[in-house]
């Protein structure tokens, strides 16, 4: 009996909770040279830290293979956590980044391009995403989101110095004018408990109705 219950833990453990990270913010169009400027924004939906290690952050236009990072950390329990290029500045939102590396996302137009999220060892021309978004112009090349199906454009293409960000866990994006990196612009279900720091005072106010 102990040993069916040690294996049912190895089990567990062993399953990554992938589906609770999603893609929050992206940042693809600075005033300017872009390589050094570009981040992604990813949250843990989920109270337990997750190790990030072999998952990969991938973007493109035909297809998301054009430029693939391979990531490297752990993101906290009900955290943001943002990877980009290594130089923080005030027209870039000043983020700080749990990975510095250029990303090389593309600046899209009448055609969309996406960013997405895959797990380790997926290939990112093929496979389907763990969490999506599009942006930009008709998905003319038939981009898949966390659906595996052919995503619908989720977001304008942006002018430079803005972002495009979620503004609700279902997937609805928005512009952003002032970059807003390492907070989420929503109130979450993380684990059945809406942090803290993302709770409206009404929200507060209800709990101790």
């Given at each position: 009996?102990?040993?069916?219950?040690?294996?049912?833990?190895?089990?567990?453990?062993?399953?990554?909770?992938?589906?609770?990270?999603?893609?929050?913010?992206?940042?693809?169009?600075?005033?300017?040279?872009?390589?050094?400027?570009?981040?992604?924004?990813?949250?843990?939906?989920?109270?337990?830290?997750?190790?990030?290690?072999?998952?990969?952050?991938?973007?493109?236009?035909?297809?998301?293979?054009?430029?693939?990072?391979?990531?490297?950390?752990?993101?906290?329990?009900?955290?943001?956590?943002?990877?980009?290029?290594?130089?923080?500045?005030?027209?870039?939102?000043?983020p700080?980044?749990?990975?510095?590396?250029?990303?090389?996302?593309?600046?899209?137009?009448?055609?969309?391009?996406?960013?997405?999220?895959?797990a380790?060892?997926?290939?990112?021309a093929?496979?389907?995403?763990?969490?999506?978004?599009?942006?930009?112009?008709?998905?003319?090349?038939?981009?898949?989101?966390?659906?595996?199906?052919?995503?619908?454009v989720?977001?304008?293409?942006?002018?430079?110095?803005?972002?495009?960000?979620?503004?609700?866990?279902?997937?609805?994006?928005?512009?952003?004018?002032?970059p807003?990196?390492?907070?989420?612009?929503?109130?979450?279900?993380?684990?059945?408990?809406?942090?803290?720091?993302?709770?409206?005072?009404?929200?507060?106010?209800?709990?101790?109705?």
């Amino acid at each position: 009996m102990k040993n069916l219950i040690l294996l049912l833990i190895l089990v567990t453990i062993a399953i990554p909770a992938s589906g609770a990270i999603l893609i929050t913010e992206v940042y693809y169009d600075h005033a300017g040279a872009d390589t050094d400027y570009e981040w992604v924004e990813l949250l843990n939906t989920s109270s337990s830290p997750m190790d990030l290690t072999g998952y990969q952050l991938a973007c493109g236009g035909t297809d998301y293979s054009f430029n693939v990072t391979i990531l490297d950390f752990e993101i906290p329990g009900c955290s943001t956590a943002v990877v980009g290029a290594p130089i923080p500045v005030p027209g870039n939102g000043n983020p700080v980044f749990s990975q510095a590396v250029v990303l090389n996302i593309q600046n899209s137009g009448t055609m969309s391009d996406g960013v997405a999220l895959f797990a380790p060892g997926s290939d990112p021309a093929f496979d389907c995403p763990l969490d999506a978004v599009i942006y930009g112009g008709a998905n003319t090349n038939n981009l898949l989101d966390e659906s595996c199906t052919i995503g619908a454009v989720d977001a304008p293409d942006v002018s430079a110095g803005n972002s495009i960000e979620r503004v609700a866990d279902a997937g609805i994006w928005a512009t952003q004018s002032v970059p807003n990196p390492n907070h989420v612009n929503f109130s979450f279900d993380c684990d059945g408990v809406v942090p803290v720091s993302e709770r409206t005072w009404d929200g507060v106010r209800a709990l101790y109705r």
